[in-house]
């Protein structure tokens, strides 16, 4: 079984997907793939072209695929290249959680989405994720703003007390994986922990959200949770609230919660994800001492791409054996 990898990834990695079953035939060639810029950087340098005798070998690397690891880009076309490259293509593996979304961008037609399984990495970020949470509670909780502003006067303030964690409440929207492991870690610091799934509907967390001191959204966006965090919400929030969004920016309405921060209705927000992408220079976001901007760069670790391998040859295994892939994307969902 052709199974090629598109993504730039560590030798020894290649060697690791190797071993996995003998009858395996891994294709792999570094120099038909951009440089990444950091570790774990699956769309490598912007600025690589591949000349036209190495684009010619990358499209017949590609052509003779039934399995896939990555695509060009990371982008919807370079997905849609993937799958109208490889004709014979039956389970393409993303390297990212937010596969269903690019799935949704490269408008394949029905046949291709039902010849080919597409797996995201949901899950392997967990880790990074719930502790770049648990930093933006920590932050507001210990006073960040206020010792990043006396640093910069250069003001020795007097003596003052700091909240603690224990015994605060902590709402998590989203029990997924990430969701989960931001449940475990705040247990550990004494936190009482609530949750909602997407299942539970809009009313229990409506329910919930007055009773947290902090909320953490871990949701992936679909028609389902698209703007689910609405003004409404935001506004029932307990005064001095702690917010983290780790999920997607089009959940929450951005505009209310710009208001809910100026006026200090909320203590802060840490936020990894935002409704447009990158942040417009206009945001206020950029500006408010109060919040925690990150370039949508939470998830990413030095050990991503060995979780990704772990995972990829976890679904080649069950992908061998006819079982369910993990991380499969649902095409009338796109999660």
């Known amino acids: 079984m052709r199974v090629v ?7 020894e990695l290649v ?11 891994v294709g792999f060639e570094a120099d038909l793939l951009p440089t990444p810029r950091y570790p774990s950087d699956h769309a490598g340098d912007e600025r690589f072209e591949r000349t036209p005798e190495q684009e010619a070998r990358f499209t017949k690397l590609v052509e003779g695929a039934e399995v896939v690891l990555g695509f060009p880009g990371e982008t919807p076309g370079g997905l849609a290249w993937v ?3 490889a004709r014979g293509l039956r389970f393409l593996q993303g390297t990212f959680a937010g596969a269903g979304q690019q799935l949704r961008a490269a408008e394949l037609t029905d046949d291709e989405l039902a010849r080919v399984a597409i797996a995201s990495t949901a899950g392997i970020h967990a880790t990074p994720l719930a502790e770049w949470s648990m930093f933006g509670i920590l932050a507001f909780t210990k006073g960040l703003p206020r010792l990043l502003a006396d640093k910069a006067d250069r003001n020795w303030a007097e003596h003052y007390p700091t909240q603690e964690l224990p015994g605060k409440t902590l709402l998590v929207v989203g029990l997924g994986e990430i ?3 931001v449940a475990r870690l705040a247990e550990a610091f004494g936190m009482r922990v ?10 229990r967390l409506r329910e919930l959200v007055p009773q947290a001191d902090a909320i953490v959204v ?9 703007g689910l965090v609405d003004r409404d919400l935001i506004a029932s929030m307990r005064k001095g609230a702690i917010f983290v969004n780790v999920g997607r920016g089009a959940v929450v309405d951005e505009d209310a919660l710009v208001e809910a921060l100026q006026s200090k209705h909320l203590l802060g927000a840490a936020l990894d994800v935002f409704a447009e992408e990158p942040l417009p220079a206009s945001s206020p976001l950029w500006t408010l001492d109060n919040v925690i901007v990150s370039p949508h760069t939470a998830a990413l670790s030095v050990k991503e791409n060995e ?10 295994r069950r992908y061998l054996a006819g079982e369910e892939l ?9 999660y």
């Open 179 to 181: 969701g989960r492991e």
């Open 194 to 203: 609530t949750g909602v799934r997407r299942s539970d509907g809009p009313d």
């Open 5 to 11: 990898i598109a993504t730039p990834l560590e030798d």
């Open 307 to 316: 979780r990704v391998v772990e995972r990829f040859a976890e679904n080649l």
């Open 326 to 334: 993990l991380g499969r994307v649902r095409t009338d969902v796109f």
């Open 218 to 226: 871990a949701l992936p966006l679909t028609d389902e949770t698209r």
């Open 15 to 25: 060697a690791r997907l190797r071993q996995v079953d003998e009858r395996l035939d």
């Open 83 to 85: 799958v109208r490259t």
